[in-house]
């Protein structure tokens, strides 16, 4: 009997984890392989659509979900660093498309074989990271879409469960939204600040060293906002504390 | 099409950043909100069925959205065999009125009014005003509005922008005498003694309904106050007004829906007061009002029945969405500037009152789906705004800055080989604007650095990199 060969996964990088923060793909990529996955990173890959989808440009937002599905479409699974980019793909290429003869059978496919990266290691590959230590408190923020589009909140917790010496403390308003919301946080400046200002109150109440989070929007939000009032709080990607990136700089220190 | 208060033009941003400085209706928002969230979350936990309550609260609505003209018949037959009066508006302008033509008939001089969201749709107190009859609202959170002069700015806790400090100060000035204290239980006495006797001395009373069942003809009305039973019982006409989707088959239908509207709106099992009216007095009863009258009003519903909106027919005004809306707790409920405020307001406005003057409702929120998630007949609210958002799209009513930055954005995005050159070259001017590993101010970002510093690029591209290792791998197999 020969055994299953590696499954083929195709790694959708999306594009702000592409311009700002890279060492989120490469944990990605890591933890993949890690994980016995045979990974590539299609040329292809921009952006899944979703200021388009959001902000009601439906044309865009469709051309870039077919240009997607294309580029993903030979892969056995395609996983994202990203629970919103994940959820467009699983909810939102479906629906868009839903009345689109070719496309519309297309998008079901693809999104039946699309994940969110902890999801993906967790249900799909059972995997758990071996020997990773990191001595720290650290708190974690349910990014909105990956919890209620998703159901991402047990797979996070049992990765991060598996790091030596990293204690997790509970965030008040865990699943309550940062305010960073794609475009909102632009668009609605004001309220978007009024709700992150909270958000950065009840991290800092945790006194927790790091504050981790599946989505980079999220987390820039965050960051960025606890930056601003001076928080020492530091903030990773719960990915690239599980791929052992930790001891690398935070969101916003200098490499 | 709209009440006569939402022609003045203020816009919504501009309301948003009134509410905003205002640290005392923070604090009475966080005070409503947070107790009626944990007590949302008890009554759920405790009610292990509520996944299976809210699955068939759904069917009931939807079957009877699907079949909405039988039951509003029946209802209608069943309501006027009963002794009652059922009337038609099919706008605002129309069930103003038919309630003021039936006012001016009884000659009434003096209206008490049980709180009712529709009659604040239709703008029934202008209304009321307007034809020279003195209303008297009879809730106590209205009575404190209407003391203020102001409009409700929660579906259930209509003076919820108002701290108890902020009522008591109120109360002194337009009470007489004054409460003797500011503790809750004096005040309300005081609020009391100021009602009892327009309850006993009004012409007509006028009272929303929370279902229509069709089967009898009965309106059920709930409250905690017991002030809709005091508004619609002594006075010689009872007038309800509901809009056409409150329609149930059966009592029993009612009462399922009730199990999910108390536990979500309050947190809890059963409201205080549930009264179900069939008709006005008969010839033996103690008491009651002598003409019923029941104005039934579309005022866009059936519109609803045709278009991607219908989902928000089924909505039960249990005020849960906004309760755990992450905009409405920091906005309060006057800045969405409509009847109905929080996420399904932000679904119902455009509808009543046109999308080009609430274009922003839509937009206004995060897409986090808490709304839908708390949802007791679980309409899918980020998906109804998203709807809005496309068709203000296709009506070009998005502003041309954002149409014109999605439209270079996408036209980039559409290209993989332009992107990455756009991208590096993108990447490496932000990296210009850097103090450490933080840019705190950038130009055309300032809705982003007026809050919060912005993450400086860490260098290269993800995909840039990527390729190297790629080539770096090739070049030595």
């Not at chain 1, 870039?64 to 793909?89: H, K, N």
């Not at chain 1, 839903?98 to 969110?116: G, I, S």
């Not at chain 2, 001395?201 to 009272?207: C, K, L, P």
Request: charged share 25%.
């Amino acid at each position: 009997m020969s055994e299953q060969p590696p499954p083929h996964v195709g790694l959708f990088v999306t594009c702000i984890v592409d311009a700002i923060r890279p060492c989120i793909g490469f944990s990605a990529l890591q933890l993949l392989e890690e994980a016995g996955c045979r990974v590539e990173v299609p040329e292809a890959q921009t952006c899944c659509g979703q200021p388009a989808l959001n902000s009601g440009d439906e044309k865009d937002a469709a051309a870039l979900a077919r240009q997607t599905i294309a580029a993903f479409e030979g892969f056995d699974y395609v996983v994202l660093p990203s629970g919103s980019c994940a959820g467009t793909i699983v909810h939102g290429y479906p629906d868009l498309l839903a009345n689109d003869p070719v496309w519309a059978p297309r998008a079901r496919t693809l999104a039946a074989r699309t994940h969110e990266i902890t999801s993906f290691l967790v249900d799909v590959m059972g995997f758990r990271p071996k020997g990773r230590r990191l001595s720290a408190t650290a708190t974690y923020h349910d990014s909105c879409a990956g919890l209620r589009e998703l159901g991402i909140a047990a797979q996070p917790r049992a990765l991060l469960a598996e790091v030596e010496g990293l204690e997790m403390r509970g965030l008040e308003g865990n699943d309550v939204c940062c305010g960073f919301g794609g475009t909102f946080c632009v668009k609605y400046s004001d309220i978007s600040n009024a709700i992150v200002t909270e958000k950065a109150e009840a991290i800092e109440r945790t006194e927790a060293d790091l504050l981790l989070a599946g989505d980079l929007g999220c987390l820039m939000n965050m960051a960025g906002k606890l930056n601003r009032r001076g928080a020492r709080t530091r903030c990773f990607h719960t990915i690239e504390v599980l791929a052992g990136r930790a001891d690398g700089p935070a969101i916003g220190e200098e490499g | 099409m709209s009440a006569p208060e939402a022609t003045v033009q203020v816009s919504f941003k501009n309301r948003a950043k009134t509410a905003l400085a205002d640290r005392t209706l923070k604090i009475a928002i966080d005070r409503t909100t947070g107790t009626a969230e944990a007590k949302r979350a008890v009554a759920v936990a405790a009610f292990p069925e509520f996944q299976a309550a809210r699955a068939r609260g759904r069917a009931i609505k939807d079957h009877v959205i699907a079949h909405l003209d039988h039951y509003l018949e029946q209802f209608e037959r069943n309501a006027t065999a009963s002794g009652a009066t059922v009337h038609w508006a099919s706008d605002d302008a129309e069930a103003r009125a038919i309630i003021t033509r039936i006012c001016l008939d009884a000659k009434a001089k003096l209206v008490t009014r049980s709180k009712s969201m529709l009659g604040e749709e239709i703008g029934l107190p202008h209304a009321l005003a307007d034809a020279g009859i003195e209303r008297v609202e009879t809730d106590l959170a209205e009575h404190i509005i209407q003391l203020a002069g102001e409009a409700p700015s929660h579906i259930v806790w209509p003076a919820m922008h108002r701290t108890r400090e902020q009522v008591a100060e109120l109360f002194k000035i337009a009470h007489h005498p004054p409460p003797a204290a500011d503790d809750p239980a004096t005040m309300v006495q005081s609020a009391r003694r100021e009602l009892r006797a327009k309850f006993l001395g009004a012409d007509i009373g006028i009272s929303g309904s929370n279902f229509l069942v069709a089967d009898t003809g009965a309106t059920c009305t709930v409250t905690n106050e017991g002030n809709a039973e005091l508004t619609t019982t002594p006075p010689r006409i009872h007038i309800v007004t509901a809009g056409i989707e409150k329609i149930v088959p059966t009592t029993a239908h009612a009462l399922s829906l009730l199990r999910l509207l108390v536990r979500s709106a309050t947190g809890g099992e059963l409201t205080q007061y549930t009264t179900f009216h069939c008709g006005p007095k008969r010839p033996g009863d103690a008491d009651g009002p002598e003409e019923m009258h029941i104005v039934l009003v579309d005022n866009g519903r059936t519109r609803m029945l045709d278009n991607e909106f219908r989902e928000m027919l089924r909505c039960i005004r249990c005020g849960a969405c906004m309760n755990h809306c992450v905009v409405y707790r920091q906005i309060g409920g006057h800045a969405y500037g409509g009847t109905y405020p929080g996420p399904m307001g932000s679904v119902l406005t455009p509808v009543l009152n046109g999308l080009a003057g609430s274009r922003d409702l839509p937009n206004a929120c995060t897409m986090n789906g808490r709304c839908a998630e708390v949802c007791p007949v679980e309409i899918p609210i980020p998906t109804l705004l998203r709807a809005w958002r496309i068709r203000s799209w296709r009506e070009r009513l998005e502003p041309g800055s954002l149409r014109v930055g999605i439209g270079i954005w996408a036209v980039l995005a559409r290209r993989p080989g332009l992107y990455r050159l756009a991208s590096r070259i993108g990447v490496r001017a932000l990296r210009l604007f850097g103090k450490g590993g933080w840019i705190a101010r950038l130009p055309l970002a300032g809705g982003w650095t007026a809050h919060r510093d912005l993450p400086r690029p860490a260098g290269r591209t993800f995909m840039d990199q990527y390729r190297a290792q790629q080539a770096h791998k090739e070049d030595r197999p």
